[in-house]
Nanobody, 115 residues
Framework: QVQLVESGGGLVQAGGSLTLSCAAS????????MAWYRQAPGKQRELVAL???????NYVDSVKGRFTISRDNAKNTVYLNMHDLKPEDTAVYYC?????????WGQGTQVTVSS
């Protein structure tokens, strides 16, 4: 069982920045894939960024160059640094972990970008 606790969401103006954090209760954190998803009202949940245990990262095209995913294995925490935020980034952001082929989700944190 992996518990994920997110923090860092909020309201920001377009062009601003936010950093999301997700603390994971996993003994194997350094080995597992962590990711951030988001879900906007009326839309499907989409993968925003992921990082694997061996350091591979990937991003959805709409955030490339603006968002950065990183992990601190000593703190069992994954981050999403978001810059140049746009109104279309408004969504609930969910932390995701995959351990032993089992998916785990955080409770979600709201990010609202005003124009």
């Amino acid at each position: 069982q992996v518990q994920l606790v997110e923090s860092g969401g909020g309201l920001v103006q377009a062009g601003g920045s936010l950093t999301l954090s997700c603390a994971a209760s996993s003994t194997f954190f350094r080995l597992i894939t962590m990711a951030w998803y988001r879900q906007a009202p009326g839309k499907q949940r989409e993968l925003v960024a992921l990082t694997t245990g061996d350091g591979f990262t990937n991003y959805v095209d709409s955030v490339k160059g603006r968002f950065t995913i990183s992990r601190d294995n000593a703190k069992n925490t994954v981050y999403l640094n978001m810059h140049d935020l746009k109104p279309e980034d408004t969504a609930v952001y969910y932390c995701y972990a995959n351990q032993g082929l089992t998916p785990y989700w955080g409770q979600g944190t709201q990010v609202t970008v005003s124009s």
